[in-house]
């Protein structure tokens, strides 16, 4: 009568999709890594929930002015939830063992995506501003 999900492989795992809603699991990955960040992707159609349930990750939202993306991140904090409302442009650094729980509409990673792919001086000002951010997670827990 329970469903039960334990997701252990990396990526992002959509694992169940309703009548207008799913639920997805993102795990930690390479492309995932501060170092690794190379875009930003948006949804037309639906807020994005997040909620941090192992690791230390980081959410970068911007919005993009004469095709120039400013930069908002914050570290996120174990079993908070945060919201990126439909239209805002972001992803997630993420560390090693991370690990993501995510709400949205149905079939978002289907078909309701655009990438904005960061130029090198846009990556490694990002880079520095996720940096900062989990030097402070790691001074917070200090």
């Not at 930003?40 to 230390?56: Q, R």
């Not at 805002?88 to 655009?114: C, P, Q, R, V, Y």
């Amino acid at each position: 009568m329970v469903e039960k999900y334990n997701i252990k492989e990396k990526g992002y795992h959509p694992f169940l999709i309703k009548k207008g809603w799913q639920l997805a699991k993102l795990n930690y990955t390479v492309e995932q890594h501060i170092d690794n960040i190379m875009q930003l992707d948006v949804h037309l159609e639906t807020d994005e929930l997040f909620i941090l349930i192992a690791g230390k990750a980081v959410l970068i939202a911007a919005n993009i002015i004469d095709n120039e993306p400013h930069f908002e991140v914050e570290k996120l904090v174990l079993n908070n939830i945060y919201n990126i409302p439909k239209g805002l442009w972001h992803n997630i650094a993420m560390e090693d063992g991370s690990e993501i729980f995510i709400a949205e509409k149905a079939n978002t990673h289907i078909s309701d995506f655009e990438h904005f792919v960061l130029c090198e001086s846009k990556r490694i000002e990002l880079n520095n501003l996720v940096k900062t951010q989990l030097e402070l997670l790691i001074e917070d827990e200090n």
